[in-house]
């Protein structure tokens, strides 16, 4: 069922465009053609957000399966006289992993320059507070790839406030089949949904009603999918999984949320999602997540007449160097798949 050579090279073909939240048209540009390669229509809204229609054996009903391509990253908060940047939080970044981070600037001009994002006392062998400095978004800076010595040389660039910075994600896929990489929220669940296209096309099927994918570019923010196309029904999200305090699940499962800091998913759906994973095999764990919201959360906030539930593949150290594993991987696109099909 799970085709790994599919699912993997998308996962990396869609971690390798950068997409700090509020930046995103260029990865949602390349999911519109992966679905026109499939065959699958695809549509825009407003805010940017891409919908992929998937035809089902009865249209009267609609399931949307959120996912989102917003990452965490930054912004250009103004230039430094020393022609460093000073920067702005896109999401909720752990600074502490940003500190030696490879990092490009976008800016408006359309130019894309490199940097290192650093902390403002980056040096053992000048600076004093080097080890015990706080790493915060006050206290870092990013130095330029360029001869840059004043605001002055930086502006001749066309480097201003407002321009994105992405950070490098580092992808990789090690022999025993864990999945490293920054930004596998939610890139991880895109790749799951993107392998429902592949797997009806390569089946020849539909699922029981229409399928509407939904790929959110302002999740981190919180109102990724705050309002939905009329005809959606129910939503079942696909964001990463927790690993961790109190949880039980691992990064070869899928985790399937109850609860998170929104409150509790629809019991009905959440229920089915349970038992199909029982009675089908597939590797799961049930979770509360007390500090998560997810797209689904957006939408039910945002007045939206529809039901939710939430799964994902377990990830580990989750906004920072992150980790999953392929099983996780699999036993979501299986779930997900059975979920539309039983």
């Known amino acids: 069922m799970f085709n790994k050579e ?7 073909r869609i971690i390798s465009i950068p997409s700090p939240t509020g930046y995103c048209k260029n990865v949602i540009n390349e999911i ?7 065959g699958y229509k695809f549509e825009k809204n407003q805010k ?15 399931v949307g399966i ?6 965490l990253g930054a912004m250009v908060r103004s230039i430094n006289s020393n022609g460093t940047l000073k920067i702005t939080s896109l999401g909720g970044n752990m600074f502490s992993t940003l500190d030696g981070e490879y990092c490009k600037i976008h800016t408006r001009a359309g130019k894309v320059y490199t ?14 507070d080097a080890k015990t400095k706080e790493r915060n978004e006050d206290n870092m800076m990013v130095r330029l790839d360029e001869v840059v010595y004043t605001k002055e040389d930086v502006q001749k660039l066309e480097i201003g406030t407002g321009d994105f910075i992405s950070i490098s994600p580092k992808f990789e896929i090690t022999e025993s089949g864990f999945v490293k990489s920054r930004y596998l929220d939610d890139k991880a669940g895109t790749s799951c949904a993107l392998s429902l296209l592949e797997m009806f096309s390569r089946r ?24 939905l196309p009329s005809n959606i029904n129910e939503l079942v999200g696909i964001d990463m999984g927790c690993v961790g305090l109190d949880l039980a699940c691992t990064e070869q499962q899928v985790s399937i949320c109850v609860k998170d800091s929104s409150g509790p998913y629809d019991f009905d759906m959440t229920t089915k999602l349970i038992n199909l ?13 007390p500090m998560y919201g997810s797209d689904v959360s957006a939408a039910l906030r945002g007045g939206n007449d529809i039901k939710g539930a939430l799964i ?3 990830v580990h150290a989750s906004h920072g160097m992150e980790r999953t594993h392929l099983d996780g991987i699999k036993n979501t696109i299986e779930l997900i798949y059975l979920y539309l099909t039983a």
Do not use: Q, W
């Open 115 to 128: 940097g290192t994002i650093l902390s403002t006392s980056p040096a053992v062998h000048v600076f004093p």
């Open 204 to 227: 020849n099927t539909k699922p029981r009603h229409m399928v509407k994918i939904l790929v959110s570019t302002y999740e981190e923010l919180g109102h990724g999918c705050s309002s």
């Open 66 to 71: 959120p996912v989102h391509v917003d990452t």
């Open 32 to 38: 519109e053609s992966i679905a026109n390669e499939l």
């Open 312 to 314: 994902g593949p377990g």
């Open 6 to 12: 599919f699912t993997t090279s998308i996962l990396e």
């Open 48 to 62: 940017g957000n891409g919908i992929i229609t998937i035809e089902g054996e009865d249209n009267s009903y609609c």
């Open 277 to 289: 994973s029982k009675e089908n095999g597939i590797s799961y764990a049930a979770d509360v997540y």
